[in-house]
């Protein structure tokens, strides 16, 4: 740049006194800091997947789906003069109870013999998710008849649904099994662990001493177990095997090495109870706890969508027969139900947010629970009783007495209510189980958690008891009064919502980010142990993992559910059946 003679270039110290001396020169970068802006620039190119993903992964909204398979046998037969209910029986003695009740053909002046019990089974209507008898005059329409039907009704005369998770761990509920071999029983509190019962008995390690459980002790082999017996001031004891000689006998028998102990400790006919250890040498953090889980209702009855699943039928065909008028007591010809096969769908028309929900231990909940109650409306039976599935198996050919009416542990704390008929005069009260409403806390699944391994194990599902009201409905069983024969069903049928990991995570806090609020310290490691929970869509190599339908902002997880109304004395669903596995096929064959 060339210097304009005129201009004078002067210091600064020259110009004034306190003035510095300035380098005037500018040093001029070279790299282009600067460019045209073009047309469309600010538009970014985005990938719907990533979008679609990212909504999936940040969105807690449910609503979960299921299909109901009903599964009934109607077993039990009784009798029954009041009017209403006789009239509407599955006949079983038509003919001797038609002579009885009408006495030479009720020719005058004989009068029919109105106190004659009629025999039979209840109706599969009785037990249905959906009543569909909304239009038999003398039962559920006038004259005389039991109830005024109300159709919108039709889905919650028999049952309510709901969904729940599991909220909080009950340590102190009392139990009570009785063992079918020995007839041993025990009464102990939850978090005591798992009653044995101690015999003497020899396998392939030598003479060992045995303990027979009421139900899955959940061992392994090498593991450790503390029990409630004390020998020599030491109670923690190694397992050395599984099972007697007996088929299926591995998960309720372990055995311990018998080094010769002497004195009383290990006496055959000696009980207790026992918790399961994985290490010795760290006792306190891998020692299991035992409760009974406590579910939370999320919904409220009148949030239920239940309706037909089209024409699909279980894989067991209806049974329906033919009554002949003259053979009936009312004189109406009509056919009668005893089984049916119906498929229902049930949703739910609100939101569920889990977000704010933890479950019962402190974590992100990865499982809803479809709740099913037996509300009973129609008054054939008796207020629910509770129990789990070591206390099905009968005892002596009859129901177990933990059952019995007089044993208030069993009772459930669902409210009850009574009402009156609506014949002429009224008859009752007739007992019905109430809704139950957001917020409610019902009983759950007997549990083992763990939190070395953080893991959690059913030990025994959790089952309500049916019975009938023998005021109206008399069973014709030998069973006492006090504990009649019932149908079992299970209430709480899970769907998952996502997946814990397969491995435990473990990491030192100060090398490791993100470790979640759920985890557990050891002390023993001085590090940090969890299970990552897997995102949505993601499957593992072991199968683990949800891949749900993700739209509008919210999840659409599906499972089919088998509900089986199971007649005591029956084998389906008892916990502590041996289920023979299918054989191994490999290439060869």
Request: aromatic residues 16%; proline residues 6%; glycine residues 6%.
């Amino acid at each position: 740049m060339p210097v304009n003679d005129t201009t004078k270039i002067v210091l600064g110290s020259l110009r004034y006194k306190a003035s510095p001396n300035t380098v005037l020169s500018v040093n001029v970068d070279l790299n282009q800091n600067e460019k045209e802006l073009i047309e469309f620039d600010r538009n970014v190119d985005l990938s719907l997947q990533q979008v679609f993903s990212d909504e999936r992964q940040t969105s807690t909204i449910f609503r979960p789906v299921t299909k109901y398979s009903v599964i009934f046998k109607n077993t039990y037969t009784g009798s029954t003069n009041y009017a209403p209910f006789k009239n509407n029986l599955y006949y079983t003695n038509a003919i001797a109870n038609t002579i009885s009740t009408f006495p030479n053909g009720n020719l005058p002046p004989t009068l029919p013999n109105l106190t004659v019990l009629w025999e039979g089974y209840p109706q599969y209507f009785e037990f249905d998710f959906i009543r569909n008898d909304n239009n038999v005059v003398g039962y559920t329409v006038p004259p005389n008849n039991h109830i005024n039907f109300v159709n919108k009704s039709a889905s919650t005369y028999n049952w309510t649904h709901y969904l729940s998770y599991a909220f909080k761990n009950d340590f102190n509920k009392q139990m009570y099994a009785i063992d079918n071999v020995t007839t041993t029983s025990w009464a102990w509190v939850a978090s005591d662990g798992i009653p044995f019962i101690i015999t003497q008995g020899n396998d392939d390690f030598g003479p060992v001493i045995s303990f027979r459980c009421p139900m899955k002790h959940g061992l392994k082999v090498n593991e450790f177990v503390e029990l409630t017996l004390t020998y020599n001031n030491t109670n923690v004891f190694q397992v050395i095997s599984l099972g007697d000689p007996a088929f299926g006998s591995d998960e309720y028998i372990f055995n311990i090495y018998n080094i010769g102990y002497i004195g009383t400790t290990f006496n055959n006919g000696n009980t207790g109870t026992f918790k399961r250890i994985i290490n010795k040498s760290n006792l306190n953090e891998t020692k299991s706890k035992y409760y009974v889980r406590v579910h939370k209702i999320l919904t409220n009855a009148e949030d239920a969508v239940l309706v037909k699943a089209g024409f699909e039928q279980n894989i067991y065909n209806p049974k329906t027969k033919f009554e002949n008028g003259i053979l009936t007591p009312n004189g109406v010809s009509r056919s009668s139900v005893k089984e049916g096969g119906q498929a229902y769908s049930l949703s739910f028309n609100v939101d569920v947010d889990v977000q704010p929900l933890r479950d019962n231990q402190n974590r992100p909940i990865s499982e809803l629970y479809f709740t099913t109650i037996w509300k009973g409306y129609f008054g054939w039976t008796k207020r629910l009783k509770q129990g789990w599935g070591f206390n099905i198996p009968l005892t002596n050919s009859i129901p177990n007495p933990w059952w019995d009416v007089s044993n208030p542990l069993s009772n459930t704390t669902i409210t009850t209510n009574t009402y009156n008929s609506s014949t002429v005069p009224p008859v009752g009260p007739f007992i019905y189980n109430e809704n139950l409403n957001y917020g409610d806390l019902i009983d759950g699944d007997y549990c083992e958690w763990n939190d070395y391994e953080q893991t959690e194990r059913v030990i025994s599902r959790y089952n309500h008891k049916i019975t009938f009201n023998q005021t109206y409905f008399g069973l014709n069983t030998d069973a006492p009064q006090s504990n009649q024969f019932g149908y079992y069903y299970k209430p709480h049928d899970p769907i998952v919502i996502r997946r814990y990991s397969t491995y435990v995570e473990e990491g030192d806090p100060l090398k490791v980010i993100n470790i979640p609020d759920y985890a557990f310290y050891s002390n023993l490691s001085n590090s940090f142990r969890w299970r990552d929970i897997y995102p949505y869509g993601f499957i593992d190599n072991d199968g683990v993992g949800v891949d749900y339908p993700f739209i509008n902002g919210k999840h659409y997880p599906f499972v089919n559910t088998i509900f089986r109304i199971t007649p005591e004395g029956s084998n389906v669903g008892v916990d502590n059946i041996t289920v023979i596995a299918e054989p191994l096929v490999d290439d060869c064959e």
